[in-house]
């Protein structure tokens, strides 16, 4: 024990939370008793109200406290025949705040890696087979992460698709909006070059 | 609205801890609901008991959950008629970890400063000038920070102090051990050949 029982617990907890150690453990602890009780307990309340409540959505996988999120609910984007597959809800942000895209997603919570023994039923590969039998979708957009493992798992989702003759389409790579050529990877170029366009 | 409503709550009720933001506390979130929803939940528990339950110690304003505590409930420590006044619970456990001191301590939970308006009552010193009042004390140890605050603080004690004739002391301002004297800053030298001691 190092403070009072209560508190020794508290600064414990806080190191559920990536990259809290026992310093920041206790800087938390701290500013809390002395600065925002009252923010504490509320921080408390959304807690425990999330773990109890958050779930996957029945269709997409993403982070809901409904059967449906809301994209999936919506009529009009069931009604796109598009889905595009993501590795995070975060990935479902971003694509979002740009309002180009008007379909559905997939959300994969992850990406495959044999190494640490995920396969394609613990990234919902099995529920995505599922979706496509039993929707009319005209196009997956392989939109997992430009790493090795979000391309394995595009290549992966691509003969599954494959195999039910759906059209597949991996988003671009290429020179990023006010990327410097100089200070570019070898294998970005690469993409750039062999993906260029007519003007 | 970005992700769904209980999850957007969480996310936002993580940034009252200090330096988190939007992206550090989506991070929190995600991690806890991915990977952690016991840990998340213990956390969430920890949090309600602390902010319900901790309080300032009667006699030395340190945080505990009981009326006194267990340093000043000490009979051994409380007949040793010393007192070390420091700026936080953390500055307690310093000197705790080293076993040299075997005295009271009186924590003032910040420093004088009255450019934010922090006075001496803010910081508790009408409690300690009634501990000084009601009890035996010998020496007052004065452990603030070496800044120009936790000195000013040092200063305004000891008049406190001066005013009862109570012998104070300050901790002594010199070379840290280990520290090579060519990075020094110039002030930390004239303490330490100011403060030289005959071998």
Same mark, same amino acid.
């Given at each position: 024990?190092?403070?009072?029982?209560?508190?020794?617990?508290?600064?414990?907890?806080?190191?559920?939370?990536?990259?809290?150690?026992?310093?920041?453990?206790?800087?938390?602890?701290?500013?809390?008793?002395?600065?925002?009780?009252?923010?504490?307990?509320?921080?408390?309340?959304?807690?425990?109200?999330?773990?109890?409540?958050?779930?996957?959505?029945?269709? *997409?996988?993403?982070?809901?406290?409904? @059967?449906?999120?809301? %994209?999936?609910?919506? =009529?009009?984007? $069931?009604?796109?025949?598009? !889905? *595009?597959?993501?590795?995070?809800?975060? @990935?479902?942000?971003? %694509?979002?705040?740009? =309002?180009?895209? $008007?379909?559905?997603?997939? !959300?994969?919570?992850?990406?495959?890696?044999?190494?640490?023994?995920?396969?394609?039923?613990?990234?919902?590969?099995?529920?995505?087979?599922?979706?496509?039998?039993?929707?009319?979708?005209?196009?997956?957009?392989?939109?997992?992460?430009?790493?090795?493992?979000?391309?394995?798992?595009?290549?992966?989702?691509?003969?599954?698709?494959?195999?039910?003759?759906?059209?597949?389409?991996?988003?671009?790579?290429?020179?990023?909006?006010?990327?410097?050529?100089?200070?570019?990877?070898?294998?970005?170029?690469?993409?750039?070059?062999?993906?260029?366009?007519?003007?």
């Amino acid at each position: 024990m190092k403070f009072s029982p209560l508190l020794d617990e508290l600064i414990e907890q806080f190191k559920v939370l990536p990259s809290v150690g026992q310093k920041t453990a206790q800087r938390m602890a701290f500013h809390l008793l002395e600065r925002n009780r009252e923010g504490a307990l509320k921080l408390s309340d959304a807690l425990r109200n999330a773990m109890e409540h958050i779930q996957h959505c029945r269709q *997409c996988r993403t982070f809901t406290e409904s @059967d449906l999120c809301d %994209i999936c609910a919506s =009529s009009k984007r $069931q009604a796109s025949g598009t !889905v *595009c597959v993501v590795e995070s809800p975060q @990935d479902v942000l971003a %694509i979002e705040q740009t =309002s180009q895209y $008007q379909g559905l997603y997939f !959300v994969l919570m992850g990406h495959l890696s044999p190494i640490d023994g995920i396969g394609p039923k613990d990234i919902g590969l099995d529920v995505f087979a599922g979706m496509l039998d039993d929707t009319d979708t005209q196009e997956v957009i392989l939109a997992t992460n430009s790493t090795v493992e979000g391309e394995a798992t595009a290549h992966y989702i691509h003969q599954l698709c494959q195999e039910r003759e759906i059209k597949t389409t991996r988003i671009a790579q290429g020179v990023p909006v006010g990327g410097e050529l100089e200070y570019l990877d070898g294998s970005t170029l690469v993409h750039a070059f062999s993906g260029r366009r007519e003007l």
